[in-house]
Structure formats: C-alpha cells, structure tokens
C-alpha cells in the first residue's frame, strides 16, 4: 500500500507538503488530508472486492463529511451512506446521485423521513416495526413509495470496543433477527413500501473476519426463511466497520517502535467470504465502509505550548484539545503522535494533553516520543475518520481548519471558525 503521509528527509510530508509548511501557513491546530490517499483507499476496496459480483461502497458519511473530500469520495464513484437530513444534503451537495444514497439510524424524524422521500432517497433502512408504519404513513401521504430495507441485529460479537459495537440483541440497533420475519412480513403489505433489502450492521473497527462472516452466515439463514414466507428482496447492505491499523502508521529508526498485537483484517478472506455467502442469487450487495476510506488519509497537526513536570510526570500540554479529537477522551484510542521533524533526541515517556478542563482531555498517556519543547510540532496520526466530525466548540474553543492536499497543491475545505461563529 502506498502511503502519501510519510517522512522524507526526517521531515513529514503530505503528498508532496512538508507538513510544518502546512502549520506555518494555515496555522494550528490543523486537520490535513491526502487526496490520493483517499483515492488509494478506495481503489484497494475496488480491486480485492472485484470477485464480488453486483457490489456497491456506500460511503458512510459520520466517518467525515466535509463536503470537498465527498466530492472527491463521489467522484471515484461510491454511493453515501446517511444518517440524518444533514448528511442527505451534504450527499446531495457533493454529488451524489438521490438513488446511490441509503438512510439509516434509528431515530428518524418526521422531518428527516419527509426530506429523504421528497428527494427520491434510494433506500430507507428502517430499525423498527414502529418506524415502518411511520415511513408507509409519511410516503402515502406523500403519494410515494418508499424503498425499504430492514435492518435486522444478527446478534453477532464484533470483537470491538463496546462504544462501538452494534450487532448485539443488547445494543439499540434494528430488529431482532427472531422478530424480524414478522417485520418483513408486515412491511411486505404495507401499500407505501417496497421492501428490497435486508441490512446489517454489527460494529466499526472490526480486525477480524469472523464476525462478518458471523453475520453474512445469520443473514443467509434469516433470507432462507423469507423466502420460505414467499418474501424475496433484492438487496443485502453489510454495513460498515472494516478496521484500520492505528499503530505504527509511521515507522522510522528514529522513532519509538509501537509494540502491537494489533491485528490487521485480512481484505481478501473477507471479500470471498461475501462472495461465497451471498454472491450466488444474484442480490445486490452494499458495503458502507467509513473508516476505512479517510482515517489513514488524516493527520492534526498540533503545537507544543509547554512542558510540566508534575509528580514524576511530565506533561506535553498541545494546542489541540478534546474537542477537536474525541476518539481517545470516547474511547481510550490510541493514536500514534509523532514529531514534524525528526530529530536524535532520547526518547522519553510523556503524556500528551489538550488544554481542555477535562481529565479525558489526552491524546496519549505515557507515551515514549523524543524529546519536545514549546514551539515543537506534532502529527497525530490516523484521525481523518471520527476526528473533525466528533468535533466540538466545547470550552467555547473554535474549531480547527481543515485542509486538503493534493500533490504540491494544498487548500482550505473548511475555514478555522472564529469568534463571531461561537454566538
Ligand atoms: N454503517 C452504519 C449503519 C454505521 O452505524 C456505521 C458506523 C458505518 C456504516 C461506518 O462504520 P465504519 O466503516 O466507519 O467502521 N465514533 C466511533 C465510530 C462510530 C461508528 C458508528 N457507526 C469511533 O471513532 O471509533
């Protein structure tokens, strides 16, 4: 895999920016991405999923939506995965075709579900019997039909972190795989819907392939039995939650070496295992990869304000805060943070924090990382997905720019906001 984050020279580049140059000229704290490492992402998907037959890539839109990178994301020719009238509109904005979208989350409005009928959505996933009759009310009174696919909960370990696991009969996601017969049965003689998939979703970074291959085995089964109801569909949405690898994302001598048991899912075992599930009848298969599209392609670029040595502790207080990258304050996430230019300074065992008044407010606790001083840069690595889009003006801090990189050429996709924007 080719990687356009990398170091040259001991400095670190995004494409063909060296990243301080970056900082320098949009200032700090700064989300930078690479375009072709998007495009890089996307093209590995494409190619080790080409011996499925009829697979489309829903991009999932919470993963990053700013809307120049869903241009691009559009333009190598992926659907959009929504989840809320704002994501329809940014999708739309961007490109993406009305019937390449799919709808999903489990608290849809009123005024969500009238947004995406009006703009001829091409399919609406719905998480409850409740919610069916509210999507067959909204479209008859629309005079629609509305395409449904049912999300069922296969009740399948994703092997994740729990705040990020979905596909349990415990977590609030879908329908029961024992009640859903029912469902699909209701939902099949409802006059305003056309139901035409099933969809599953069971978590997000996920490394293994067994939970997949889990749900796709459960998903047979539960389609056996509608068809033993006389109820066909033509479409199977697997969800997103291929993983990424968070550690090591740069390796260099002069950089710690990150231990890891981290395991890397294995691309090719997980398309054949979609092949030889689901492939054979002919259905339509989707996928709604978020992470694994933008999380690599993303780096914040943060200042060293000080250096506080506190019982025994030292402190690397940065720029950047929790409120501009939650994944570690959410989840305990371990990012890797690397210096801008790589020096033969010793290594020493920091923690890395935000000014935030929170004590979740780290980016890493007791990390090895060669020494750094105020005024020093720093790279968290990894966070273009759930980085910017967790984002928040908590503290009343404004949020960051965000800027794209393609080759030598770099430029704003979203202005630092300013003081007037926080009234
Ligand atoms: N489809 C559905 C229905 C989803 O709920 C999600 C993610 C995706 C697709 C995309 O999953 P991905 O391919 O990105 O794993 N904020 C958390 C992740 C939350 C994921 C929520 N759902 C984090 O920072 O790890």
New binding site residues.
Partial sequence: MTSHIRYDNKKLFVEDIPAALLAEKYGTPLYVYSSNQIAEQFRILKDTFDIVPNLKFLY?L??NSNSELLKLISSLGAGA?TVSAGEIFLALRSGFAPDSISF?GVGKTDYDLDFALDRGIGTIIAESDEELRAISERAAAMSKTANVSLRINPDVDARTHPH?S?GLKENKFGINIRDAVGSARAAAKMKNIRLVGIHS?IG??ITEVEPFAEAVNSIREFLAKLSRDGIEVSQIDL????GVRYKNALKDRLLPTETSEEPSIDLRTLAKVVKDGLSSSGYEILM?????LTAESGILLTRVLYRKESSGRTFVIVDAGMNDMM?HAL?S?YHQVVPVELGEKAFELVDIVGPVCESTDVFAAQREISRVDRGDLLAIMTVG??GYS?ASNYNSRLKPAEILVDKDYSRIVRDRENLEDLV
């Fill in positions: 999932a919470k993963a995965d999903a990020i979905t979703h997000s970074q969800g997103g939650g291929i709604e990869p978020g992470r694994f994944r989840y996430a997905a759930y967790l």
